[in-house]
């Protein structure tokens, strides 16, 4: 499992990143929120990632955050029945991980729908 990449970025496109790693001979597709410091990276900018690898018999996604508290609520909100990574870099793109944990506690579920 891929759980770490550092690189530049190729290209950039809402929400997904082309990262180059291994002096430029290896570049991977990267899913990132869409409101996260790693979403607003330009191309050519260096950049660290802790990823999520999602694999599925017809797929292989890396889901990428520039933190490790994006990357842990990624999982924890992953972990509920009916979310799916895509459900959870939504919730992610739109929400902050703060809002996202106070809905949480306080059962805000407006917030969260």
């Known amino acids: 499992m891929i759980g770490y990449l550092s690189g530049t970025v190729l290209d950039v496109d809402a929400g997904v990143i082309t990262l180059v790693v291994s002096q430029g001979s290896v570049g991977y597709t990267v899913r990132v929120p869409e409101n996260s410091k790693a979403s607003a990276i330009l191309p050519g900018s260096k950049i660290e990632l802790f990823i999520y690898t999602h694999v599925r018999e017809d797929a292989l ?12 609520l990624f999982l924890a909100l992953t972990s509920v029945n009916g979310i799916g990574p895509k459900l959870g870099m939504t919730l992610i ?3 902050s991980v703060g809002a996202i ?13």
């Open 61 to 72: 996604d890396l889901y990428g955050f520039s933190t490790q508290e994006e990357k842990k």
């Open 93 to 95: 793109s739109h929400l």
């Open 101 to 113: 944990i106070e809905a949480i506690v306080t059962a805000n579920k407006e917030l969260l729908t």
